[in-house]
């Protein structure tokens, strides 16, 4: 079936450094892909949807210019939080639809922690 | 997308069936019912979707009622790996532009 990779799969970085991750889709294309964060004990929350060749659409309340998308191919969206803070410390998890009509594909996570 | 209720927690014996229960009475015609569950620290893992009649596959069935208002997502032996949070998501179909909304899910227990 539709696998969706993401690394790193943990991070911890220093305050005020800059994070990475990537969201691969490893054998189908995703022209859209979507991110979520998750805190401890609560259920995950939509904070964007990367588009393929254009924009990403970011949730109310999400700043574009600190949690910062690229969807540089049509297998490969990577979030990058930029100046971390220890309130960034979550667990991050992309998804990607896979057919037409196939339910979303998650990734398995990448937990930060911003020291 | 239709709102979802589900019980916060339960509890299956090891081997026996674990029926989770969810309520979606205002679900629409052409909105599908759509069970996830998140094991600690992993991405979540699609389980079963369906319309209006009742799904079987290698991991659950999903039992929907004839009116739609409300599902049961049935492990048929459920194991201590099924530990989990199970998410009840009512949605249209079409993928393209569209996210899944998590509410709270129902936290399974499987006990030995």
């Known amino acids: 079936g539709a696998v969706v990779s993401q690394h790193p799969s943990w991070v911890i970085c220093k305050s005020g450094t800059s994070v990475k991750i990537e969201c691969r889709s490893l054998d189908f294309q995703a022209t859209t892909m979507f991110w979520y964060r998750q805190f401890p004990k609560q259920s995950l929350m939509l904070m964007a949807t990367s588009n393929e060749g254009s924009k990403a659409t970011y949730e109310q309340g999400v700043e574009k210019d600190k949690f910062l998308i690229n969807h540089a191919s049509l297998t490969l969206s990577t979030l990058t939080v930029t100046s971390a803070h220890p309130e960034d410390s979550s667990f991050y998890i992309c998804?990607?639809?896979?057919?037409?009509?196939?339910?979303?594909?998650f990734g398995n996570g990448t937990r930060l922690t911003v020291t | 997308d239709a709102k979802t209720t589900q019980p916060p927690s339960m509890d299956c014996a090891e081997g026996r069936a674990a029926n989770l229960p969810c309520n979606h009475s205002?679900?629409?015609?052409?909105?599908?019912v759509y069970w996830y569950r998140q094991i600690h620290s992993q991405g979540p893992q699609y389980i079963i979707h369906g319309l209006k009649n009742n799904e079987t596959n290698e991991m659950a069935s999903l039992i929907i009622t004839e009116d739609r208002k409300s599902s049961t997502l049935i492990l048929p032996h459920a194991t201590l790996r099924d530990t989990a949070v199970y998410y009840c998501?009512?949605?249209?179909?079409?993928?393209?532009?569209?996210?899944?909304?998590f509410g709270k899910g129902t936290s399974l227990l499987v006990t030995p």
């Open positions: 205002t679900i629409s015609g052409n909105e599908y």
């Open positions: 998501i009512v949605r249209l179909l079409s993928n393209s532009g569209y996210a899944l909304n």
């Open positions: 998804s990607a639809p896979g057919t037409s009509n196939s339910p979303l594909h």
